[in-house]
């Protein structure tokens, strides 16, 4: 059964760097025809679609947020990873990794974890 | 960048009820890129509806998707206790993803 996990810091400090990783289980992150996203949702908001990968590096992202975004892939560690820099409070949420699937649709989901942007 | 504008944003109602949701795209999409999810507090979401009318796997027929062009349906034909929650949809284009606001379905 494919399992996703985030990992990483859950406070961050404005203007830093906010980096997360995904590690997938259960499955290859190498299997062609899928993509590896990251999602947020600010706390009592709606859901923000960031960006996704291809295990061959493939990456979409979200325009806005292009200028600060990098999202990376190590297919040796089954792992995608989130690189959100000059945060300010306004990137307080809870981020969440899942896969895009068949239809395009994000069909397995990580748990999601918490980063707030705080002093 | 195609908008999806949900409503209404809150919908109340009782077990046993049918609730009508809506999902209106900005411009002309395909079907086959609207995708509904639920979303109960403190969990991640998960897919309901994919290409506009297909329940994803483990879905209870209660709930249907249903429209083309701009105007987008999410039924749910008899409401279960378990079936209050946050409803979103969501529009694959042109490599982007995007989410509707969110029906919020409370009890009434």
């Known amino acids: 059964q494919l399992q996703l996990q985030e990992s990483g810091p859950g406070l961050v400090e404005p203007s830093g760097t906010l980096s997360l990783t995904c590690t997938v289980s259960?499955?290859?992150?190498?299997?062609?025809?899928?993509?590896w996203g990251w999602i947020r949702q600010p706390p009592g908001k709606g859901l923000e679609w960031i960006g996704s990968?291809?295990?061959?590096?493939?990456?979409y992202h979200k325009p806005s947020l292009k200028s600060r975004l990098t999202i990376s892939v190590d297919t040796s560690k089954n792992q995608f990873s989130l690189r959100l820099t000059s945060v300010t409070a306004a990137d307080t949420a809870v981020y969440y990794c899942?896969?895009?699937?068949?239809?395009?649709?994000?069909?397995?989901w990580g748990l999601g974890t918490v980063v707030t942007v705080s002093s | 960048e195609t908008v999806l504008t949900q409503s209404p944003g809150t919908l109340s109602l009782s077990p046993g009820e049918k609730a009508t949701l809506s999902c209106r795209a900005s411009?002309?999409?395909?079907?086959?890129?609207i995708a509904w999810y639920q979303q109960k507090a403190g969990q991640a979401p998960r897919v309901l509806i994919y290409?506009?009318?297909s329940r994803a796997t483990g879905i209870p027929d209660r709930f249907s998707g249903s429209g083309s062009g701009t105007d987008f349906t999410l039924t749910i034909s008899r409401l279960e206790p378990e079936d209050f929650a946050v409803y979103y949809c969501?529009?694959?284009?042109?490599?982007?993803?995007?989410f509707g606001q969110g029906t919020r379905l409370e009890f009434k």
């Open positions: 899942a896969r895009r699937g068949g239809y395009y649709v994000l069909d397995v």
């Open positions: 259960g499955g290859s992150i190498s299997t062609s025809g899928y993509y």
């Open positions: 990968i291809h295990y061959t590096g493939d990456t």
């Open positions: 411009q002309t999409v395909s079907r086959s890129y």
């Open positions: 290409g506009a009318s």
């Open positions: 969501q529009l694959y284009g042109s490599s982007l993803i995007t």
